[in-house]
Each structure stands twice: as C-alpha cells, then as structure tokens.
C-alpha cells in the first residue's frame, strides 16, 4: 500500500479541480449556441507576473494594485487562475442595440480601439457567454469545496501582458487550496493608521457632527 | 386531462413545484458573484399565466419591428409553455458607467462613454446602446446563477433576451433598467425549450390541440349524437 502526502493530494486534486472548472465552463450555457471561449490556466511565477503588474499601476489603479499585493499573497499556497476568454465581434445578428450600434454589422465594421484593459468595442452578447462561462467555472470550484473569486483586475494584467493571445477580452477565477479562505480578507493589508486616514478622507462627514463646519484647516 | 382527483393534485404540485423553484433560483441568482457588488441587478419572477400571456403577446409584436427578431416568435411560443420566468436587470448599465476605463464598450474612458448619444428608444431597438458593457455583463452571473442552480434541482430551464428586452418595453421591470435577460423554467416531463420542432410558433401542442382535437370534437359529437 502506498502512502501518499496530504500536499501532494492536495494539489493534484487542485489541478483536477481546475480542469473540471474548464469543463464547466466550455459547456456552460451559450446565447445562440455560439462557443467560441477560449480557456487557460496559470499557476506559480505567471500569476506572480500578473500579480507584479497589478501591484506596478500603484496609485493609478487602487483596485488593482490592491488585488496584485493579495495575487502575490495567493500563490504561496497550493492556487491556479483560470483565464477565460474571447474576440469582440459580434456573431449573432441580433441587432439589439446595447452596444449602441444598430446592427450587428455596424458594430463588427467599427474601427477596433485597442487598450491594456480590452479591445472595443464588443459585442455585449459576446461577453455574455463569456461571463456566464466565467461563473459556470466559478460554481463548479464552488461545489467542489475550493476558495474563488473571480477577479477582472488579474484579467485585465493578463490582457495588458498578452498572456493570452488572439483574444480582446478575458476573465480570469482565481482558485485557491489554502487552509482559510484567503480572498475577501483584506483588512491584512490595512493598518490602522492607513484604515483611519483613508477613512476621515473618503467619509469626511461620518464623524462630523455639523456638516457646514470646517474642522480641519487643510480640508 | 384526466378528471381523476389524483391527477388534478398532481397538476397543481407541478406548478407550486415550479413557483418554489423559481423563488429558490432567485436566491441562486442574487447571491451570485457581482463586480461591484451593491444595486447592480434585480430578479423578478412572472408566475401568473396571464402575466407570462401578456410577456409573450409584447415578445410576438416585437418579432416584425426587426428582420433579426423573426425568432422571437418561436420564443414567445416557447415561453407559453414556461410556469414560470425570471427576469435579470442590469439597473446600472444605462446610466452610471463603472469608472475603471475597461474600454469593453470601445470609447476608452467611461467619460466619453457618458457623453456617446444613446441610441433612441424606438420600434427595432431593444436597448438603448451604448451600454456600460461592464455593468451590462455583470448580469451573466445572475443568469448563470438561475441556470447553475436549476441544473441542479433539475428544473427545465431556457434563456431568452426577447422576454427580457420585451419585459422592459412593458414597463414592469425597475426605471433605470439598461439591459434584461430572461430565464423561462417548466417543470414538465419534455422540456419545451429544446429539442423543438421546425416551425414551431404555427405548431405546436396548442395550435395542433386546437385544429384537430378542438374542430374533431364537435363533428364527431354531432355525427354520433
């Protein structure tokens, strides 16, 4: 009989787990039966590279740097992002006008305008599928008892890095094997005196008690 | 149907069966992820057969304001079949772009989005475009969520926008809606949305009920009377 380590079954049930995410996602729902997603998966140094990206756009992007200092946190422990993602033209014919194109045909003859974060503009459709792909792989990592949450930040690195090629926008679903739940928890990255300043800045009136009165002189 | 008490009671469990299970898929969908979290996306069930009658009559008038939609005529006959529909709204995408310059829609900062004219609110269109597509999509994940779960329960389910975009043409979904979908569920032996026929929104179960078995029935009392 052989013995094998908790660790190691723990990552390969991870890396099983992801693949079946994979599934889901390719067979989730689709409007007009149009599959075109496409998949990958990252794990180790490429996630510390979307991580390293995310944290680098600094006071530019909050949000962003904030999710990368959490990426760089998530791959200390057994962890995979899925990228999911796909192009922008529309393959419906719909003509339903919330992307502001009357026809589908206006929209897919519209000069691409490319950015870091995606390619516009998209079909909205398109990205539909693409999302509910998304949250089939997330419901899938959800059943199967893995921590998730589904991150447009690392995405969007991942576009701007062109992890993925051929594709104009991507999602990615972070998964992680951790011991506790590491994401929605990021009070860690807070101390006080941060939590404190940045609170009286963005809710100057919380602790005033006569809103017309000016308190603090360089305010 | 039988006049079997039995049967009768079955009838009525299959639909409160559907009613719970619609209530159950709503729960499925708000608690689904969201980017942004708070007053994104609302759910609103339609379980009155004459509510879903009045869903599908808007659905089959739309059908000739646009050549693409010729298929909403087959989806309103499909939603006839429905014990009940959930419609998703996106309440943020028209109106309150999400500030990260996603650029999903194409005009690179969410302020020159805001300035972008709206397509008009008139026959042939069923939303008024530009949308925030970031905010617009959020609703994948409502919709996903109602099908994710409803796989699970085992509840027939099909996804349509013509009920979605005609919900909002009637008014009864919340003002600042930009975008719906609708999830129709059956709870019922054969789904009715899949697997269907060509031509189905001249035959189906109610139009061949109606023109045989309806025109049969009085001949053939009269005949054999």
Redesign the interface.
């Known amino acids: 009989m052989a013995i094998r380590e908790m660790d190691d079954m723990v990552q390969s049930g991870l890396d099983r787990a992801v693949e079946m995410m994979t599934l889901a996602a390719k067979t989730s729902f689709k409007f007009g039966s149009r599959n075109t997603i496409k998949v990958i998966s990252i794990t180790g140094s490429e996630i510390e590279q979307l991580a390293e990206y995310c944290f680098s756009l600094g006071d530019m992007a909050p949000l962003a740097a904030r999710d990368g200092r959490f990426a760089a946190d998530l791959v200390k422990e057994p962890s995979a992002v899925l990228l999911i993602g796909d192009k922008r033209q529309s393959l419906f014919n719909y003509n339903c006008g919330a992307c502001g194109y009357r026809t589908c045909a206006e929209l897919n003859k519209a000069e691409m305008v490319e950015s870091l974060t995606s390619n516009g503009p998209s079909c909205v459709f398109r990205n539909i599928n693409l999302h509910m792909a998304a949250d089939a792989a997330a419901a899938m990592a959800w059943r199967l008892g893995l921590h998730c949450r589904v991150f447009s930040t690392l995405a969007f690195a991942a576009k701007a890095l062109e992890v993925m090629p051929g594709v104009d926008m991507i999602v990615s679903i972070a998964v992680s094997a951790a011991k506790t739940d590491p994401f929605f928890d990021r009070h860690k990255f807070w101390t006080q005196e941060v939590w404190d300043q940045t609170f009286k800045k963005e809710f100057p009136t919380f602790t005033r008690g006569f809103i017309g009165a000016v308190e603090d002189e360089d305010w | 149907m039988s006049v079997e008490r039995t049967l009768k009671e079955f009838e009525e469990d299959r639909k409160e069966a559907a009613r719970v299970a619609a209530r159950m898929l709503l729960a499925s969908a708000v608690t ?2 969201r ?1 942004g979290g708070v007053g994104e996306c609302t759910v609103h069930i339609i379980d009155d057969e004459c509510d879903i009658e009045d869903l599908c009559q808007v659905v089959e008038e739309m059908s000739s304001e ?4 010729e298929f909403f005529l087959r989806d309103a006959a499909m939603l006839r079949d429905a014990d009940a529909v959930l419609v998703v709204t996106s309440l943020r995408s028209l109106t309150d772009p999400s500030d ?9 900062t969410c302020e020159y989005l805001r300035k ?1 004219e ?2 008009p609110m008139e026959p ?8 925030c ?2 905010r ?6 409502a ?3 109602i ?2 779960l409803a796989r699970n329960l085992g509840i027939d389910y099909g ?1 349509f ?1 013509s009920a979605g ?1 005609a919900a909002m043409r009637m008014g009864i979904l919340p003002r600042a809606t930009g ?1 719906a ?1 609708a999830v129709a569920i059956s709870v019922t032996e054969k789904s009715p949305f899949r697997d269907i026929p060509v031509k189905y929104s001249e035959i189906n179960e109610r139009t061949m009920n109606d023109r045989i078995i309806r025109r049969l029935w009085p001949q053939f009392r009269s005949i054999y009377s």
């Open positions: 689904s992820p980017v646009n050549k693409a939609w990260i310059n996603c650029n999903l829609c194409g005009k690179l972008e709206k397509l042939g269109i069923a939303y008024t475009g530009p949308l597509t970031f617009a999509m959020n609703i994948s994940y919709v996903d969520g099908v994710s996804v926008w975009a975008f979908l």
